[in-house]
C-alpha cells in the first residue's frame, strides 16, 4: 500500500515534484514551475536552485532547467514522453470531465509503473494527484495493462529472482501473474481494487503506438465506495475513446516516415 505520510513535508514534496517534471518532461522556466507547484515564484526559484546545488538539475543560459546529471535520461526518450504528455493531458482532462472521477497518465520503468500526468476531479471525495508516483506495475491498473503487452521473455526477465533476491516477499506468484495477465490481454483493460492504495479502485488501459504496442497506460481512480461492476462498461467505455484520441494525435503529431 501507498498512502501519504502523516506528516507532509510539503516543501520536499514540491522539491520531488520538479525533479519529475525535469525527467519526464525537459526544460521549464520558474514562472511553469510556479504554476504547477501552486507556489510564489520565488518559493519555485529556491527549490529549483537547491535541485542545481544537488545535480538534479542545471540552469541553461536561457534560464530554464533542465535535468541534471542525477536524473538525466537519453533525449530520445525524454522528448517522447514530453511530447505524449503535453498530447494527452487535455484528453485525460475531458475524461475526468466524461467520468466524474480522476485520470491518470503513465508509462513503465522497469518493474514499475510511474505517473506521468495526473488530473483530478472535482468531487469532495476524490483521488487526489498522483504525477511522479512510482507503484509497482504488477499491482497498479496501468502497470497490468502494459505488462501484458510484453513479450513473455520480457516479462520473465523482470521477475526474474535474482532481481528481488533484496526484496522476495514482494515479489509476485508468476503463474499467477501469468494468469491475470492473460485474462488483461483478453478483456483489454485491468482492475486495481486497493492494492497499491487502501480504499482505491482504478480501472486501466493501454494507450498504443503506431505499431500497436503499449507505449502508455491510462487510468480512472477512484474511492472504493464509488466503484461498482456496473461502472465497468461506462469506464472502460470512456477509457478506450480517450486512448483512442491521444493515439490518433500521437500520429498526427509524429507521423511515420
Not at 26 to 53: I, K
Not at 108 to 131: K, P, Y
Not at 153 to 182: C, F, H, I, M, S
Amino acid at each position: 500500500m501507498k498512502n501519504p505520510p502523516n506528516y507532509l513535508v510539503r516543501s520536499v514534496d514540491h522539491a520531488l515534484q520538479l525533479a519529475v517534471m525535469l525527467q519526464v518532461e525537459g526544460p521549464f522556466g520558474v514562472g511553469e514551475a510556479a504554476r504547477r507547484l501552486g507556489v510564489a515564484p520565488s518559493t519555485a526559484h529556491r527549490l529549483l536552485a537547491m535541485l542545481v546545488y544537488r545535480d538534479f538539475a542545471v540552469r541553461r543560459e536561457d534560464h530554464q532547467y533542465a535535468a541534471g546529471p542525477v536524473l538525466s535520461l537519453g533525449g530520445r526518450s525524454q522528448s517522447h514522453t514530453a511530447l505524449l504528455r503535453a498530447v494527452a493531458m487535455p484528453h485525460l482532462a475531458a475524461l475526468v470531465e466524461r467520468v466524474q472521477e480522476s485520470a491518470n497518465l503513465q508509462i513503465l520503468s522497469g518493474d514499475h509503473v510511474r505517473f506521468i500526468g495526473s488530473v483530478e476531479c472535482t468531487q469532495a471525495l476524490r483521488v487526489g494527484n498522483r504525477e511522479g508516483m512510482v507503484f509497482p506495475a504488477h499491482l497498479a491498473s496501468g502497470g497490468k495493462v502494459l505488462l501484458a503487452d510484453l513479450p513473455q521473455e520480457r516479462l520473465d526477465g523482470l521477475y526474474d529472482e535474482d532481481k528481488w533476491a533484496d526484496r522476495l516477499d514482494q515479489r509476485p506468484n508468476l503463474t499467477a501473474l501469468r494468469r491475470e495477465l492473460r485474462n488483461v490481454r483478453e478483456r483489454g483493460f485491468a482492475i486495481n481494487a486497493g492494492k497499491t492504495e487502501s480504499g482505491v479502485t482504478a480501472v486501466g488501459r493501454a494507450v498504443r503506438g503506431p505499431d500497436g504496442g503499449a507505449q502508455a497506460a491510462l487510468s480512472v481512480s477512484m474511492p472504493t465506495s464509488r466503484f461498482s461492476r456496473n461502472r465497468l462498461p461506462e469506464l472502460v467505455g470512456a477509457l478506450s475513446v480517450t486512448a483512442r484520441d491521444i493515439e490518433h494525435e500521437m500520429r498526427a503529431s509524429h507521423p511515420t516516415p
